[in-house]
Nanobody, 114 residues
């Protein structure tokens, strides 16, 4: 059964760091362009970071220089290292192949206190 499980969220103060993990079952993350998305209360979901099957990364302007997306091919896991967190980063974070339009996992909550 195909499954993507996000974890690693939590409550952190401004300036803190978190590392999110997305463990994939029954899919090979290196064959997909993978994305980390987030949705804040009252806002639309947005793409935060992506990594292509070739390993090319891309970031939302507001997180450039602070977030790093990576993957562990052996573990079929995609990570999002988040540094210098800001209150505006507060959201539920999701990971999935970018081509999967209608799939969303349970996400992981990130809350940054001021």
């Amino acid at each position: 059964q195909v499954q993507l499980v996000e974890s690693g969220g939590g409550l952190v103060q401004t300036g803190g760091s978190l590392r999110l993990s997305c463990v994939a079952s029954a899919i090979t993350v290196t064959l997909h362009n993978m994305g980390w998305y987030r949705q804040a209360p009252g806002k639309q979901r947005e793409l935060v970071a992506s990594i292509t099957s070739d390993g090319i990364t891309s970031y939302l302007d507001s997180v450039k220089g602070r977030f790093v997306i990576s993957r562990d091919n052996a573990e079929s896991t995609v990570y999002l290292q988040m540094n210098s967190l800001k209150p505006e980063d507060t959201a539920v974070y999701y990971c999935k192949p970018m081509s999967w339009e209608n799939y969303w996992g349970q996400g992981t909550q990130v809350t940054v206190s001021s």
